[in-house]
């Protein structure tokens, strides 16, 4: 189970509402917490206090959302246009946890996809276990059709998993999707 997002800075000032979407019952483990944020040091934080509460097994961090509000933070798919940022929270991340770190991010903000691939390169450099790739644009939100050809060149580029994930309604999309990209996962 993926947790929805959570606000690092939320748990940084210990909102018990914040807290709260973190709540989870044993049969919805292993659970992964999906946090959101710019700030390294409250994202790093976020994830010792995520460790010490011993409900998740897994960190992961929304590079996806373009939602304004979390966008105007820097966060969310912001983060895809500042590489050196995103190497700064992940680093940080790295350094706080030991749990495995995860991140879902999209095409970029243009469709040629570029932006996935650097990020995609640098998250593995900087020891992410794993990414899901929605390959759409940050403006596309959810409207037409995700580009599949991205998760392939995401596949294609990297080591670590990558979990494909847009336009997937069916059983049968799951396993063309599979065939297709060759990627090792469908979210």
Known sequence: VCSEMVSA?????????????????????PLSIQ????????????????????????IDLNFGCSVKKVVKQGAGVALMKNPELTRQILT???????????????SGWDPSGQQALEIGRLAEDCGVDAIAVHPRTATQGFRGKADWSII????????????????VITPEHALQMLAQTGCDGVM
């Open 9 to 29: 800075k939320g748990i940084y000032y210990n909102q018990d509402k914040t807290l709260s979407l973190m709540r989870s019952t044993e049969n919805e483990r």
């Open 35 to 58: 946090l959101f944020g710019s700030d390294p040091v409250s994202i790093a934080d976020a994830a010792k206090v995520v460790e010490s509460l011993n409900v998740a097994s897994i």
């Open 92 to 106: 940080a991340i790295r350094k706080a946890t030991s749990l495995p770190l995860t991140i879902k991010i999209r």
């Open 152 to 167: 392939t060149a995401v596949k294609r580029a990297l080591t670590i998993p990558v979990i494909g994930n847009g336009d």
